[in-house]
């Protein structure tokens, strides 16, 4: 059984640009989450897709977007990137969206200059 | 607007010393998650309390839930340098059991030799 994989792990944009990060939930999990981790912050929720639709949503702009695919992968887009866009992007898969169990992936660090 | 506040958030103790890291929350949620953050992984997850009163252990960490006080607990007991780390709760933020969660700000704990 293969955990959850996120890449790329590391990435350095520049302000105004684009980025997709992508992330590959475990095996048997439909469910899929994104957290944005500021340096020496705690996870804040970005949203969350279910049956590939967006499933609710934290307080974020519109400029941050994602996907899910029908093998339940994922990707969070971030437009028009901010200096404070740079933090750890984490995914979370889980069995449902009511599931108690979360498992989180390495993340990807993002930074912006 | 739910909260989670942890304290303290900077714990320093040596060896076989036993403390406690308080997690209160400003609304009721289903369910109370403690995770361990190591420096620039992931989150791993310790403990999910699904229910007043529950209480769980792992080797010398114990998590405890009381609903009503809206407050949980994670004991350490006879602290050694591995369990130095970031410690997180967190609960389902967004009504019901969700599993988007609302983190806390964290608590580095030193164990000191």
């Known amino acids: 059984e293969t955990g959850v994989t996120q890449s790329p792990t590391h990435l350095i944009k520049t302000r105004g640009q684009q980025v997709t990060l992508r992330c590959s939930s475990q095996?048997?999990?439909?469910?899929v989450s994104w957290y944005q981790q500021a340096l020496g912050q705690g996870p804040q929720f970005i949203f969350q897709y279910y049956r590939e639709e967006e499933n609710g949503r934290g307080n974020f702009p519109p400029r941050f977007s994602g996907l899910q695919f029908p093998n339940y992968s994922s990707e969070l887009n971030v437009n028009a990137l901010e200096l404070d866009d740079s933090a750890l992007y984490l995914c979370a898969s889980s069995s449902g969206p009511g599931a108690n169990v979360l498992t989180f992936g390495a993340g990807s660090r993002l930074t912006v200059l | 607007e739910l909260k989670v506040e942890q304290n303290p958030l900077f714990l320093s103790m040596q060896e076989g010393k036993n403390y406690t890291i308080y997690c209160n929350y400003s609304t009721t949620s289903d369910r109370l998650y403690w995770y361990r953050q190591d420096p620039g992984k992931s989150l791993e997850s310790l403990f999910v309390l699904l229910s007043n009163g529950a209480v769980k252990q792992e080797g010398r960490l114990m998590a405890s839930l009381d609903t009503k006080a809206r407050l949980s607990t994670l004991h350490i007991t006879a602290a050694v340098h591995d369990l130095s780390a970031t410690y997180f709760c967190a609960v389902d933020g967004y009504g019901g059991a969700t599993n988007k969660l609302i983190f806390g700000t964290g608590t580095l704990l030193a164990v000191q030799p």
């Open positions: 095996s048997g999990h439909n469910t």
